[in-house]
């Protein structure tokens, strides 16, 4: 048993590796792309409460490494919705059916793409206006284990990009975080299991979030905004195929 654990852990700590370098890059996608590494080793309804404490070290780490660029308004407005609403999922995820939410979302990810291309100057939300990104983002991560790329669009509408959009997403995502695992706790999923693997992954997302802040900071904004708008398509290709 301890050595199906080694292994498992050595596979998953690549994979957390490399998705929380592609998280630190692009602001999100590590989580998106790591749950069907996770559902293949350990189940969905584990995988996404180990999932979640991944992604709780990887998004302190981005908040802490572009700290200087955080904006505090537009977190406050993000977790005011955020916070209930990732409760009020993770205590639904045990029932809730998430096949067709994944796939609504795949759509609206790539309308949002198709969207922002058609229109090149697209309107600048309001800071109240995430209290709302934070509601759907909080339900819709705590049922579906990660849906970073929603969030996205409006960051970026806002005119955030690089250090500012990295790390003001990843302020707004650990406060969900904390509230999903607080309603996993609640929910009886929180197991041994979970929480040995949440740890023992810790390292390497850490790790990765260093590396992927290296690595941003030498990109443009504007090969920035094509890498985050690629990896929505991507990530709403693989919500429609169910992934």
């Known amino acids: 048993m301890l050595g199906a654990d080694i292994g498992t852990v050595a596979i998953a700590s690549v994979a957390a590796f490399l998705l929380a370098v592609l998280s630190a890059v692009a602001g999100f996608g590590g989580g998106v ?36 660029e955080l904006r505090w308004p537009l977190i406050g407005w993000f977790a005011a919705g955020a916070v209930p609403f990732a409760v009020a999922g993770g205590l639904l995820l045990a029932h809730a059916p998430l096949g067709v939410l994944k796939r609504g979302l795949g759509v609206f990810l790539i309308g949002v793409v198709a969207w922002r291309r ?14 709302a990104v934070g509601a759907a983002s909080g339900l819709g991560s705590a049922l579906l284990g990660s849906v970073g790329p929603l969030t996205a669009p409006f960051f970026l509408a806002y005119g955030l990009t690089r250090a500012a959009y990295v790390g003001t997403e990843a302020a707004g995502a650990v406060t969900l975080h904390l509230s999903k695992v607080a309603a996993y706790g ?54 429609i195929l169910g992934a």
């Open 118 to 131: 058609w229109s090149r100057t697209p309107r600048k939300p309001p800071d109240r206006a995430f209290a």
């Open 33 to 68: 792309l790591l749950l069907p590494v996770f559902t293949a080793l350990f189940g969905f309804r584990v995988a996404v409460p180990i999932l979640t404490l991944t992604q709780i070290s990887s998004n302190v780490a981005r908040m802490w490494l572009n700290r200087r």
């Open 186 to 239: 609640a929910g009886d999923l929180l197991t041994s299991r979970v929480l040995f693997f949440g740890a023992a992954l810790t390292p390497a997302t850490l790790a990765g979030a260093w590396v992927g802040r290296k690595i941003v900071g030498r990109i443009s904004d504007r090969v920035f905004v094509v890498l985050v708008e690629g990896g929505l398509v991507v990530a709403g290709a693989l919500f």
